[in-house]
């Protein structure tokens, strides 16, 4: 299994970016689909970006597209989501979670290995 370790998350204004970055051990990333989930208050997890094993493939949920970008560091086994002109509905928690299967999934169910989390908000 690998483990998952969030960080980068905090508080902004809205119109602010924040990088955050999901350090992997226990396996190297490159053997797995990779992807940022959100959490927000109320609301069920959806899955914002995701990321294929060989890099080749990136997806992004239609409210982020063109603001967040997911991208990996195999050398650093580390996944990254930079988020630009973030909004105030971007506020939750962000998780970052793999999958060893077949084809990027967009799916929550597709991801069984999850971070802690950390928390996104933007205030208005």
């Known amino acids: 299994q690998v483990q998952l370790v969030e960080s980068g998350g905090g508080l902004v204004q809205a119109g602010g970016s924040l990088r955050l970055s999901c350090a992997a051990s226990g396996r190297t990333i490159s053997s797995y689909n990779l992807a940022w989930v959100r959490q927000a208050p109320g609301k069920d997890r959806e899955v914002v970006a995701g990321i294929s094993k060989s890099g080749s493939r990136t997806y992004y949920t239609d409210s982020v597209k063109g603001r967040f970008t997911i991208s990996k560091d195999n050398g650093k086994n580390t996944v990254y989501l930079q988020m630009n002109t973030l909004k105030p509905e971007d506020t939750a928690v962000y998780y970052c979670?793999?999958?060893?299967?077949?084809?990027?999934?967009?799916?929550?169910?597709?991801?069984?290995?999850w971070g802690q989390g950390t928390q996104v908000t933007v205030s208005s």
């Open positions: 979670a793999a999958d060893a299967g077949y084809g990027l999934g967009v799916r929550i169910e597709n991801y069984d290995n």
